[in-house]
């Protein structure tokens, strides 16, 4: 996993940044790249035009037009960001900044690391080049997620996307790094995961993946900040432990389309011996 470079400039440091260049546009093992990747691949649109034309632009609500200004000056390649206002099924104004990027060897490059063209919900996966992987995750989640309290006054982190390889990636990542046995489950209305980590395991991911210095939302980091410091009160039970999992469909099917046990272990958070013994029943029942 690429670590954070103590001394790369912060992402909302601008005077601490210097011309990017072609060479190094979009090098994932940068935290400020990788971070912006995850935002593209979440909210951004690649659309191809006629012969070489097309345009990658991504819209979000003004009041984070400031990321869209980060990307533009880590781009070597002229860019515009315009606004807007229109009405909208969610609202009768909505204020939005729009980010537009045109130039062909950019969009190959952003195309070849893996931004489709077109419809991509569905499509998006993790890079299959070396990337900053807590950045490339909190870019994915400031794009489609969430970072806040319920109505209840527990913490919670989540993300909601259509992409299976994303949300399995999420839920394997933490479960590696952080100890947090999750698993991704469709919504069987509209088939979109939505993954959520609540309580202790809030904390944990907002701890993990909002540095400080690290690139993001602004509002994002100050509500992460605040998750980060919930604790649980004496009143409350303490959080449960389980001793033993019953194995779902979704677990057997993740377990039958890895290619060994010990990648199913480190996905779905169970031993090596387990995955061998369920895998073995599942294949000679």
Known sequence: MAEHD????????????????????MDLEDPRYAYMFGFLQADGHLAAG?????????EINVRDIEILREFQQLTPYYSSITERTRSTNFAETHHS??????ALEARTTLHRLGLPYGRKSKR????????????YLRGVIDADGSVGFTAEGFPFVSLTTAS????????????????IHKL???????????????????????????????????RKKTAAA???????????????????????????????????DEDAALTLGRTVKSCTVRRWRLRNR
């Open 97 to 102: 900044a729009t980010w537009s990027l045109c």
């Open 164 to 179: 299976t390889a994303v949300a399995v990636y999420l839920c394997h990542y933490t479960n590696r790094t952080l100890g």
């Open 6 to 25: 103590p001394n790369a400039p912060a992402l909302f440091d601008l005077g601490a940044l210097t011309t990017a260049s072609s060479t190094s546009f």
């Open 124 to 135: 998006i996966a993790p890079p299959r080049v070396p990337f900053a992987r807590p950045d």
């Open 184 to 218: 991704p489950g469709r919504n069987k209305r509209d088939g979109i995961y939505n993954v959520t980590y609540i309580r202790e395991g809030a904390v944990a991911l907002a701890r993990h993946l909002y540095a400080p210095d690290a690139p993001g939302l602004q």
């Open 50 to 58: 006629a012969g070489q034309k097309g345009r990658l632009s991504v």
């Open 226 to 260: 605040d998750v980060s410091a919930w604790q649980r009160s004496t009143d409350m039970p303490p959080a449960r432990q389980f001793s033993k999992r019953s194995w779902t469909a979704m677990e057997d099917r993740i377990l039958l389309s890895t290619a060994s």
